[in-house]
C-alpha cells in the first residue's frame, strides 16, 4: 500500500517537474542546440549555444526598439547557423534586405517572409509555421506576447525540436505597444543594441553590437561586447575601448535585469 | 415566376405589362387559365372574362434578379449555370450526371425540387444548347433527347422554338412556314438572303455553329455534391461533410494522376440562399486532409441560418500532378515539404504576402531583389554586395534635411523624422547610376552617391544624394534608403 503511494506520488512529481519544466529534465535527452554565432565557446553563461527546442526574445532598445535593426542582424546571424531546412519569417512593415542577409551567411534562398497586419497574424504564422516538419526555425516580428502565448509557442518548439525567435518590436501608434509586459516562456532574452565604432581608422568598422543577456534558463544572465566579422562570419567578443578579442575570464560578468 | 403568396392560390391572378398603349396580361395563375384568360390577352379582355381578376403590374427587373438567384440556386446541380431571360436558366451538365446516375434522375431532382419551391417548370436535356431551349419551351413538360437524335425531332417543333426575332418569326408565319422542319428543308442560300438571323439559329440549333452563352462559371467534371434529408446546422456536421467530398473529390483526381491548385465549397441553404468559400494550393494537391483543414478555417464565415441542404466541392484549377514532382526535385532544404505552410498562410495572409527573394539583374537597390512564388525554383546564385548594403531597405527613400560641407562629403548631421542626428563617422561615396537604357532623360540626375554612415549613438544609415551639384541648377536632394546592421 506505501509502496504504490509512494510509487504514485514520484508519478505525480514527474509530471509536475514534466509540466514547470524547471530546467532539462534528467532523463530527457538533451535538445538539438544552435551553436551561437560567438566564437568562444561561453561556458559560463550558455552551456553549449542556444537550444533548439525553445523560443528566444530578441528585443532592441531605444531607438531601435521601434525599427529593430540590430536584432535583425542578430537573428540572421544566429539563423544562418542552423545547417539545413527551411525557415519563416513573419514581418510586418519593413523587409530584410536579401543581400545583406546573404552577407550573415544566410541563403536567402532558404527563407519564407509572410507579411502580417498585427501580433496575431505573426504569431498565428509562428505557431503554423514550428508545426511544419519541414521548417527549422521562424522568426516573428511581434510587438506584445502574453505570457499564455509565449508558452503556447513554446510548447510546440519542444515537440518539433526547431527553433523559434521573437523578433520584438515597438509598433508605435499601436495599443499593444502601450499594454504592461508579461512574462515570457522563452529560454533566453536577449538585448541588442548598436553600439558605436571604436577604431581609429576612419570610415566605419565591423558592425559593433552590445547583447544584453536578460535572461537565460539554467544559466546566468550577461551582458556582451561583440562585433560582427562579415569575412569570417562570426561574432567575436571585444573588450571595451579596446581593438582586441578579450579573454572571457576578463570579460566582466554582469547581472541585468 | 409568379408570387402569388400575397394574393392566395384561390384566386385569379395574372400580371400586366404595357406594351406601347396596351396593357396585356404576361402571366397568369392556373385558376386564372382555367377561366380562360390566356398571356397575351388585353387586359380590358382579361376583365370581360373574368372581372374578379386580380392584376399585378410586372417588374421586370425583380424578376431579372430573381432569375439569378435561381442560376445560383442551380449551381447544386452543376458549377455551370447561366440565365435566359425572360424565364429559363441553361446548365450545363456535361460530366455532372455522373452525380446523380443518369440524365433522367438529375432532371427528375431538379424539377421536384423547383416545383416543391413552387416554380412550375419545363426542361428538356439536348444535346445543344439551342435544341434544349427549344425542346424545354415546346415539347412538352420534360424531355431527354438521345445524343444525336435532336436533329429528327426538331423538325416536328414550331418555329418559335428557334429564339428568333418577333419579326422574322411573324414573316416567316406570312409565308406559310410552321415548324422548324420546313425551315430546314429550304434552300440555304434562299434563306441567308432573306433572314439575316435564322441560319445562325438553326445552325446553332443543330449543332454546328458555336454558341455563346455567358455561364456564372466553367462546366467541369471535377466536381461532388452532397445533399442532406436532414439540414445541416453546426460548423462539426459542415466539417464532416466537407471532408467526405473531399476524399471522393481527391479520390477521383488521384486515379487521374492530376491535382487541384483552387478548390470551391458551395453551401446551400434551406432558406435559398447560397454562400461560398474557396481555398488556394501552392502546389496542385489530391490530399483530401489538407483541403478539408484549409476549408474548415474558412468555415465560420458560413451562416447555416435554417440549415444547409446541399454542399458542393468544385476543384477549379487543375494541374497535372508531375508539377510537383519536378519541384520537389530542384528543392534543396525540404522547401517542398513546406507547401501546406505556404497553403495555410496564403489562404490566410494572402498569396501575395508569402513569398520568397529572387534575385533580378540589376544593381539599382530596389530593383536588385524581387519576390518570388514561395516555391519557385530557387536562383541558386551568389548575392553580391552585402557588406556595405542595409539590414533593412525602406521601400521607398525618405527625403532629409542633410548639411555636407563639401560636393562629394558625406553629410556632417541631418535631420530624419525631425530627429537631428550628428554623423560621427562615415564611408563612400559609392556611386550608383539607374541603367542607361531607363530615364533617358535625366539620367544625371538620377544618379545616386550612397554613403554608410554612423550617429553618435551607434546608429548606422544608408544615406544618398540624389543628382550632382550643377551651376544654376537647384542642390541635389538627400535620401534615407536604410538601416545598416
Known amino acids: ?257 | 415566376m409568379s408570387n402569388s403568396d400575397c394574393v392566395g392560390p384561390d384566386k385569379p391572378l395574372a400580371i400586366v405589362a404595357t406594351q406601347g398603349s396596351k396593357r396585356r396580361i404576361v402571366a397568369i395563375n392556373d385558376i386564372a387559365r382555367d377561366r380562360g384568360v390566356m398571356p397575351g390577352h388585353r387586359l380590358t379582355d382579361a376583365r370581360a372574362i373574368v372581372p374578379d381578376l386580380v392584376t399585378v403590374a410586372a417588374d421586370h427587373e425583380a424578376d431579372a434578379a430573381a432569375l439569378v438567384t435561381l442560376s445560383h440556386w442551380a449551381q447544386r446541380f452543376t458549377p455551370s449555370t447561366a440565365v435566359s431571360p425572360p424565364s429559363g436558366l441553361w446548365l450545363d451538365i456535361t460530366g455532372c450526371t455522373r452525380l446523380w446516375r443518369g440524365e433522367q434522375p438529375l432532371l427528375e431532382s431538379l424539377m421536384h425540387q423547383l416545383e416543391r419551391r413552387g416554380i412550375p417548370c419545363q426542361a428538356a436535356i439536348a444535346d445543344t444548347f439551342g435544341a434544349a431551349w427549344a425542346f424545354a419551351r415546346e415539347a412538352g413538360c420534360y424531355t431527354i433527347v438521345p445524343p444525336g437524335a435532336h436533329r429528327k425531332r426538331l423538325s416536328d417543333l414550331p418555329l418559335k422554338a428557334l429564339r428568333l426575332e418577333p419579326e422574322t418569326l411573324a414573316d416567316l408565319r406570312r409565308l406559310g412556314l410552321k415548324t422548324i422542319g420546313e425551315v430546314m428543308a429550304l434552300p440555304r442560300a434562299a434563306l441567308a438572303n432573306r433572314f439575316e438571323d435564322v441560319l445562325p439559329r438553326l445552325d446553332q440549333t443543330l449543332g454546328n455553329a458555336p454558341e455563346a452563352i455567358a455561364f456564372v462559371q466553367p462546366p467541369t467534371p471535377w466536381f461532388e455534391s452532397l445533399t442532406f434529408a436532414d439540414f445541416l446546422m453546426t460548423p462539426e456536421d459542415l466539417q464532416r461533410a466537407l471532408a467526405a467530398l473531399a476524399r471522393k473529390l481527391c479520390r477521383r483526381l488521384s486515379e487521374a494522376g492530376r491535382g487541384g491548385k483552387r478548390f470551391e465549397a458551395g453551401f446551400f441553404g434551406a432558406d435559398n440562399t447560397v454562400q461560398r468559400i474557396a481555398i488556394a494550393t501552392s502546389l496542385a494537391t489530391h490530399d483530401a486532409r489538407g483541403i478539408t483543414q484549409l476549408l474548415a478555417a474558412r468555415l465560420e464565415r458560413i451562416d447555416p441560418g435554417f440549415g444547409i441542404e446541399v454542399i458542393t466541392l468544385r476543384a477549379s484549377r487543375i494541374a497535372p500532378l508531375h508539377e510537383r514532382q519536378i519541384a520537389m526535385d530542384q528543392e534543396q532544404g525540404n522547401l517542398a515539404t513546406t507547401a501546406p505552410l505556404i497553403d495555410k498562410l496564403g489562404n490566410r495572409l494572402g498569396f501575395n504576402n508569402v513569398w520568397r527573394f529572387a534575385m533580378a539583374q540589376s544593381h539599382w537597390p530596389e530593383r536588385a531583389v524581387t519576390q518570388a512564388a514561395p516555391l519557385a525554383r530557387p536562383s541558386h546564385r551568389v548575392w553580391e554586395n552585402g557588406a556595405a548594403r542595409p539590414i533593412r531597405l525602406l521601400s521607398r527613400p525618405e527625403p532629409i534635411e542633410a548639411t555636407a560641407f563639401l560636393p562629394d562629403r558625406p553629410p556632417v548631421q541631418f535631420r530624419w523624422r525631425r530627429v537631428l542626428r550628428r554623423v560621427r563617422r562615415a564611408e563612400g561615396p559609392e556611386r550608383i547610376a539607374p541603367e542607361w537604357w531607363r530615364d533617358e532623360e535625366n539620367a544625371p540626375q538620377a544618379i545616386r552617391d550612397y554613403y554608410c554612415v554612423e550617429d553618435e549613438s551607434g546608429a548606422r544609415f544608408w544615406l544618398y544624394r540624389e543628382g550632382l551639384y550643377q551651376n544654376g541648377a537647384p542642390p541635389p536632394r538627400w535620401f534615407i534608403h536604410g538601416f545598416l546592421a
Open chain 1, 1 to 257: 500500500m506505501i509502496q504504490t503511494k509512494t510509487n504514485r506520488i514520484a508519478a505525480l512529481q514527474a509530471k509536475v517537474d514534466r509540466i514547470a519544466k524547471t530546467g532539462v529534465p534528467k532523463d530527457q535527452t538533451e535538445p538539438p542546440r544552435v551553436i551561437l554565432p560567438i566564437r568562444h565557446e561561453n561556458t559560463r553563461f550558455m552551456p553549449a549555444g542556444l537550444p533548439a527546442g525553445c523560443i528566444h526574445e530578441l528585443h532592441g532598445a531605444g531607438w531601435d526598439a521601434e525599427t529593430g535593426i540590430a536584432a535583425s542582424g542578430f537573428a540572421a546571424a544566429m539563423l544562418a547557423k542552423i545547417s539545413a531546412g527551411a525557415m519563416l519569417w513573419a514581418l510586418r512593415h519593413d523587409t530584410p534586405y536579401a543581400p545583406r542577409l546573404a552577407a550573415f551567411g544566410l541563403d536567402p534562398d532558404r527563407l519564407i517572409f509572410c507579411r502580417c497586419r498585427d501580433d496575431g497574424e505573426s504569431l498565428a504564422a509562428l505557431e503554423e509555421a514550428l508545426r511544419t516538419p519541414g521548417i527549422a526555425a521562424a522568426i516573428g516580428e511581434v510587438g506584445h506576447v502574453t505570457l499564455t502565448q509565449s508558452r503556447r509557442l513554446h510548447l510546440i518548439c519542444e515537440r518539433a525540436g526547431n527553433l523559434g525567435v521573437l523578433l520584438r518590436r515597438q509598433f508605435h501608434g499601436k495599443p499593444a505597444a502601450r499594454r504592461k509586459p508579461q512574462g515570457s516562456a522563452a529560454a533566453t532574452r536577449w538585448r541588442i543594441l548598436l553600439a558605436p565604432t571604436e577604431t581609429q581608422e576612419p570610415g566605419l568598422g565591423p558592425p559593433r553590437w552590445r547583447l544584453d543577456l536578460l535572461y537565460c534558463r539554467g544559466g546566468m544572465p550577461g551582458s556582451f561586447l561583440v562585433e560582427w566579422s562579415d569575412e569570417a562570419r562570426h561574432l567575436r567578443l571585444v573588450a571595451k575601448l579596446a581593438d582586441h578579442e578579450a579573454r572571457l575570464e576578463q570579460f566582466g560578468l554582469r547581472r541585468a535585469g
